[in-house]
């Protein structure tokens, strides 16, 4: 392992794009994936560790897999996006039987354990709803100085994805967000507005797909499916890879433009529950508590994300 490479925890919910997330801190050589904690979110916990498992398999990883917390902090009701992500919340692939196995220790145990072990140099990734982070934070509160920073996808400066102005991972647990985005932690928000960039269009598929090897064709196996939903429910001709862009930036920061501001989560709301509400131009004359990206360049994105397909066999 490079010694320079980046260490982090990937707290996902794959989900297609949170798949290409791990595809991309696999093996990249910028990248030290130290764990995957897995929370529900696009689908119901059984089904987005089955998932991760699988992933894992596939790719011959050798990296540990955590079940994570199943349910909301507060809210009632789970909230999945089989419309965007299928039945299995994975569709399109088809993987050979699973013969490894999560770990027994739960996944919000083995982020308080590895921060407190830590040097202060792990940052954490979450591309999911932010149950177990929040949860963390709540059971070891003197794990948040050791966060070297979170580099998260969700939220929205403008348009929301699951209500006019929530996005899905903030909307699912809003609580659990405003506890992160409130705990003083170092924060990156990729947000709809720079995902929405991040557009996969066939053209793209199909240059991943030349690459030619397990991790390409699985890209393109879940492409396939992942372009459909979203060309059906968005009517974009590309499906945006949201998860990605935070293994890119943490590979090459400069393919994001980040503009910093305070964010608020709002939980109190019948209407705008989950939105986040941030302060672009600082009307508020509040300290930020997030770099919030705006811009993303996509050529040098998809320059990454072949690299990372590259490194498999
Ligand atoms: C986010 O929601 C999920 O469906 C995706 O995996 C992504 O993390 C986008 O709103
Ligand atoms: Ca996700």
Redesign the pocket.
Known sequence: MNTKARKIILDC?P????AVAIELAGKHPAIDLLGITVVS??QTLDKTLNNALHLVQHLGLDVPVYAGCGIPMIRQSQVI?DD??GKSGLDGPVFSELEIEAEKEHAVQFIVETLRKSDGDITLVP??PLTNIAMAMRLAPDIVPKIKEIVL??GAYQLG??TPVA???IYVDAEAAHVVFESGAPIVMMG?DL?RQALCYPSIVERMRKIDNKASKLFSDMMGFFNETQKRIFGWDGA?L??PTCIAYLINPDCVETKDMRVKVEIRSENCYGQTICDFYNVNKEEPNAKVGVKLNTELFWDILEEGLRQYD
């Open positions: 919910d989900g297609h794009d949170d979110g696009n996006a965007i992500h591309t999911g996808m969700g994805n699951t996005e899905f991972n709809l995902t945006p949201h998860d």
